[in-house]
C-alpha cells in the first residue's frame, strides 16, 4: 500500500482537527425534572386542576337577507323575468370559550359568543361530551351571559375576589383559541381598572399580557391557585392577532350581573339621575381641591333620587359607599351596582369642604328614576329619563334663556334611546319641526304622532341638531 507524503498526512491531521472542533463536546440528559425541582413557573398542576371546568361553546344561527336570484324554473309563472329579490336564509356558525361555575351547571361566557344564537351547544374537556346550553340572560352593557348545561356535579371553577388582584399577579388564560382545543397561556396582570375604552359600556376591565385570541372569548383567566379572577373580553390590537393587552370582565363584576340575571332575567342598575363629569386639573383648582380625584355633578334631572338625595350642580363626589371615587366612570358603575331603593353613604365636596350625605338609588328602568315626569316607555325614546328644564338645569347646562324643551337626564346603554344619538344633557325642543316645552308634551305628541318616524330637534352643548327616531 503507498504511502501519503508528510505533507498531505500534515494537512489531514489538520482537517480532522477542524472537524473535531466543530463537534462540541455537550452534556445531555435526558431525565424529565423531579416535580419538585421544576420551580415557581410550572402551573401543570393547576392546569389539570381547572381544564375541565373551561369548555367550548358552539352556536348557530339563522340569517335572512333579500338576495338576488336567477329563476331559471320554466313552469315558474314569472319565468322570463331574469332576476327577483327574495329572502334568502343562511346557517351562521361561531365558537367561543365559558366557565362552568356551579356544580349544578351555570355557565359564564361572553354576550357576543351566544348573541341571536338558535342553538347552543357546549363541549366538556374532561369526559369529551356535547350537552346542549339552555341561555338564562344576557347582558350586552357589559359582555356577560349565562348559559345552563344540565348535569350533576359539574366540573365547577373556584372563584377569587378579583378585588384582591394585584397588578403582577400571574395570571393564566384558557380558552379555545381559532377553535384548535383548548389552549392555556400565560402573562401577568398588567392592569386593573381600564375604563373608558368604548368596548361596552360599564367597563371595569382587568389587562393581561397572557394571550388572550379569537375563540378565546368567554374563557378564563386564572390566577396562580387557579381560582376564576375573570371573564376573557377581547383584545386591543392593530392587526387583529394577540399584542400583549387583552381584557377580562373582573369575575365579582361577572358575578353580580349572573345573580341578577338568574333572579330576574335582567339586570337591574341603580342610577341617581345625575350628569357627571370628570375632575381635571383646571376644574380641581376653581374648585378648591388639592387632587383631580372624584366625580364632578354637572347637572341634577328634576325629580330625580340625586336631586331628593340633596345633590347639587357643582358638588364633587369623592367617596361612594366608602370607596374612594377616581373619576366619573367608576361612579357611574358604583351606582349601577347598587340595589334600587337602598341608601348608600356618600362623601362630597361642597363650597370648599367636604360633607356627608345619604344617596338615595333609584333603579334604571324607571321604577322610582323620575317621580315628576312621565316615562317613555314603550315610545321611541325607551330607555331615556326626562326632566324640566328647571332654572338650576338651565344654569348648570348653560342653555339659552328662551329655549324650552325636555332634558335627557339619563340614557340606558343599549336602549332605543341610546341608539337615536341622544346623550345625556341634551335638550330636544322640536318634534316633526313643532316645539315642545317639557318632557309631558313631548311624550304626548310622540303617542298621538300617528307616523313611524319622527324628526327631532336638541339643543347639545351650545349647537343645535337634528336626529332622525323611528
Known amino acids: ?46 392546569v389539570r386542576e381547572v381544564a375541565p371546568s373551561v369548555i367550548n361553546i358552539y352556536t348557530n344561527k339563522t340569517t335572512r337577507s333579500g338576495g ?9 309563472p314569472f319565468f322570463g323575468i331574469p332576476f327577483e329579490q327574495v329572502p334568502q336564509e343562511r346557517r351562521e356558525q361561531s365558537l367561543g370559550s365559558g366557565v362552568i361555575v356551579s356544580r349544578d351547571g351555570y355557565i359564564l361566557t361572553n354576550h357576543h359568543v351566544i348573541a341571536g344564537a338558535d342553538q347552543i351547544l357546549v363541549a366538556l374537556h374532561g369526559d369529551k361530551s356535547t350537552h346542549e346550553a339552555r341561555l338564562i340572560g344576557t347582558d350586552p352593557q357589559t359582555d356577560i351571559a349565562v348559559i345552563k348545561i344540565e348535569k350533576r356535579d359539574a366540573p365547577a371553577i373556584t372563584l377569587a375576589d378579583s378585588d384582591q388582584v394585584e397588578v403582577g399577579d400571574v395570571a393564566l388564560a384558557i380558552g379555545n383559541p381559532f377553535g384548535i382545543g383548548q389552549t392555556v397561556t400565560m402573562g401577568i396582570v398588567s392592569a386593573k381598572g381600564r375604563r373608558g375604552m368604548g368596548i361596552v359600556d360599564y367597563e371595569d376591565f382587568i389587562q393581561t399580557d397572557a394571550s388572550i385570541n379569537p375563540g378565546n372569548s368567554g374563557g378564563a383567566l386564572v390566577d396562580a391557585r387557579g381560582r376564576l379572577i375573570g371573564i376573557n373580553q377581547s383584545i386591543l390590537s392593530r392587526t387583529g392577532g394577540n399584542q400583549g393587552v387583552g381584557f377580562s370582565v373582573p369575575i365579582n363584576l361577572a358575578k353580580h350581573v349572573m345573580a341578577s340575571l338568574i333572579a330576574n332575567g335582567r339586570v337591574e342598575r341603580g342610577h341617581l339621575g345625575v350628569m357627571v363629569q370628570p375632575v381635571t386639573q383646571e376644574l380641581a383648582s376653581a374648585f378648591g381641591l388639592k387632587e383631580t380625584h372624584g366625580a364632578l355633578i354637572g347637572g341634577v334631572g328634576n325629580g330625580s333620587p340625586g336631586e331628593r338625595s340633596g345633590l347639587k350642580p357643582g358638588d364633587v363626589v369623592l367617596e361612594f359607599d366608602g370607596n374612594k371615587v377616581e373619576g366619573s366612570a367608576e361612579l357611574r358603575l ?38 315628576q315626569n312621565p316615562a317613555a316607555t314603550g315610545s321611541p325614546l325607551d330607555g331615556a329619563q326626562l326632566a324640566d328644564l328647571d332654572p338650576q338645569l338651565r344654569q348648570s347646562l348653560r342653555v339659552p334663556s328662551g329655549l324650552d324643551g325636555a332634558v335627557v337626564a339619563q340614557i340606558e346603554p343599549g336602549s332605543p334611546a341610546a341608539r337615536t344619538g341622544l346623550q345625556p344633557g341634551d335638550v330636544i325642543f322640536e318634534l316633526n319641526r313643532q316645539p315642545v316645552p317639557g318632557p309631558r308634551e313631548l311624550l304626548s305628541a310622540l303617542r298621538q304622532s300617528p307616523d313611524s318616524r319622527h324628526l327631532l330637534r336638541a339643543w347639545s352643548r351650545g349647537n343645535t341638531r337634528y336626529l332622525v327616531i323611528e
Do not use: C, Y
Not at 503507498?2 to 473535531?20: E, G, N, R, V, Y
Not at 338576488?68 to 315558474?76: A, G
Open 1 to 46: 500500500m503507498p504511502q501519503l507524503p508528510k505533507a498531505a498526512l500534515a494537512a489531514l491531521f489538520i482537517a480532522s482537527a477542524a472537524h473535531a472542533q466543530k463537534t462540541p463536546d455537550l452534556t445531555v440528559d435526558p431525565s424529565p425534572l423531579p416535580p419538585g425541582e421544576r420551580g415557581a413557573p410550572t402551573f401543570a398542576p393547576v
Open 68 to 76: 338576488t336570484v336567477l329563476l331559471q324554473d320554466p313552469f315558474n
Open 334 to 371: 358604583m351606582v349601577s351596582k347598587a340595589s334600587p331603593g337602598s341608601e348608600v353613604p356618600a362623601r362630597i365636596w361642597r363650597d370648599g369642604k367636604a360633607i356627608n350625605l345619604k344617596l338615595q338609588i333609584g333603579s334604571l328602568d324607571g321604577q322610582g328614576a323620575n317621580a
